[in-house]
């Protein structure tokens, strides 16, 4: 693709221009806001409202976390929001996959060792051992049970080899794993036709990083796919999860450290993500589905400060990377911080990603062994690749001039949902978290086989690093 670009080769059709221009505008979503302005009555509305009453605080419950000043600091640099400058043209995919290609290849030039060659100058090393940062175009089996990747980078095209020779199984494992899209070194000798690789290196992260801690004991709480205006949704498993904040039930100590709350995604239900959605929703007003969201934050305790992003369901453009939501949707706090999707910030000094996941649909179906089962894997693929949705076309991807789902700086959290799931690992430094849901199951996820974990909410003790998972059904 890359070559191709530079040429100026690259043919887009007509629906696909259609869609990624309708995405880079707000007409799209106007539409969206201005369905269904009718009243819902308020027999409708009862059973989803969170309780409208005042949540006081039990005699002897003094949160520590109150006594203490955020230390918050979102990098608006990586955010979209107000930064989108796209028309979906061709001039804005070739800035856009150049501009990926140009910062991933860095990271891998850092980690390499060798001759790195830019692909024209492959005819000149005929016979050598040689390195090339590439992107992969095509993958596919030869006769003899090969793997021919096609590949190019900014100066041309060229073919690797990955022989499956039963001394060459790590490697073959390997290879299966590359990606159509994925941007990665190869390693071995050059023939006239082609590489025949020895190896193969994604940009990855470092295999040791010191790990950050908060200096004062507080924590944070992670919630994703809550689902406002579904007729699944659990409100009454999320209004324990606002007394807990509030001191009620067990773990009242960790409940007081609580001084931060991550919210990846997929807020509201939404109106016509899906054909027959209407039929799913008790709320099929967008604005009340938001103001559903405003009367939850409003019960949080002031002291919290909420940091916000919005997911596939939440009424902004479709297409990663999408923009914070709008404050004519919520009209937020000033604790509350409404960011875009993906957003990097610290909180205590340690480095977050939240990114709501709307590729990992994309990426369990294309990488070996992947599944819904294990969402934490498939987050660590992200983190190997430094890219969020590595697939071109697997989602819809917003052709940015600035690739804004390229992965920078290693996070010391990184945080997800989108697939109902929970899930949790550490990957070279980096504390992996899916937040589950707090939407049941739908008749979707049934046909799937999905098998969400609704009302399960992690924490995270940042001065001690320390994650816990609170059940809210119980």
């Not at 016509?272 to 949080?300: C, H, T």
């Not at 923009?323 to 000033?334: E, Q, T, V, Y």
């Not at 610290?346 to 990114?355: C, F, P, Q, R, V």
Request: charged share 25%; hydrophobic share 35%.
């Amino acid at each position: 693709m890359l070559a191709k670009l530079s040429q100026k080769g690259i043919r887009l059709t007509m629906e696909a221009e259609e869609i990624v221009k309708s995405n880079a505008s707000d007409d799209l979503f106007q539409k969206i806001l201005s369905l269904n302005k009718s009243l819902i009555s308020k027999e409708d509305l009862d059973p989803l409202v969170p309780k409208q009453v005042d949540v006081m605080r039990p005699s002897g419950f003094n949160p520590p976390a109150k006594e203490y000043s955020s230390t918050l600091k979102i990098n608006h640099k990586t955010d979209v929001t107000g930064k989108s400058r796209t028309k979906g043209g061709v001039d804005n995919f070739i800035s856009h996959f150049r501009n990926r290609f140009e910062r991933i290849s860095r990271m891998l030039r850092r980690i390499g060792s060798g001759t790195t060659l830019d692909l024209c100058d492959t005819a000149r090393h005929i016979n050598e051992k040689a390195r090339i940062i590439v992107l992969i175009s095509k993958v596919r089996p030869t006769k003899k049970g090969n793997l021919l990747f096609e590949v190019e980078d900014m100066t041309g095209t060229f073919k690797v080899v990955v022989s499956s020779s039963k001394f060459n199984e790590k490697l073959m494992d390997k290879a299966r794993h590359v990606l159509v899209d994925d941007i990665v070194a190869f390693s071995g000798k050059v023939l006239e036709p082609f590489l025949i690789a020895e190896d193969v290196e994604w940009p990855d992260l470092p295999v040791i990083r010191e790990k950050r801690l908060a200096e004062i004991d507080v924590a944070t709480a992670y919630l994703s796919d809550i689902h406002f205006g579904s007729r699944y949704f659990l409100g009454k498993y999320l209004d324990s999860f606002v007394d807990w904040i509030h001191g009620k039930g067990e773990a009242k100590e960790l409940a007081g450290k609580v001084k931060y709350l991550n919210i990846a995604g997929d807020i509201v239900d939404g109106i016509g993500i899906y054909p027959n959605q209407e039929k799913e929703l008790v709320v099929k007003d967008i604005y009340k589905q938001y103001q559903m969201v405003e009367d939850f934050l409003e019960r949080l305790p002031d002291y919290i400060e909420v940091i916000m992003a919005p997911g596939n369901h939440d009424a902004v453009r479709r297409g990663d990377p999408q923009p914070a939501i709008g404050k004519d949707l919520i009209r937020s706090p000033s604790n509350v911080h409404l960011v875009g999707n993906p957003s990097n910030f610290s909180i205590e000094g340690i480095k977050h990603l939240m990114y709501h996941g709307t590729s990992i649909d994309s990426m369990i179906a294309n990488i070996p062994g992947a599944s819904y089962m294990h969402p934490e894997k498939v987050m660590s693929e992200y983190l190997k690749r430094r890219h969020l949705s590595p697939i071109y076309g697997g989602n819809l991807i917003i052709p940015e001039n600035i690739d804004y789902m390229v992965i920078d700086e290693p996070p010391d959290v990184f945080h997800a949902g989108h697939v109902h799931k929970n899930g949790y690992m550490q990957y070279r430094g980096t504390l992996i978290i899916n937040s589950g849901t707090f939407q049941d199951r739908t008749d979707f996820q049934i046909k799937q086989g999905h098998v969400p974990t609704p009302a399960l909410v992690p924490v995270y003790e940042m001065k001690y690093g320390r994650l816990h998972t609170l059940d809210f059904k119980s």
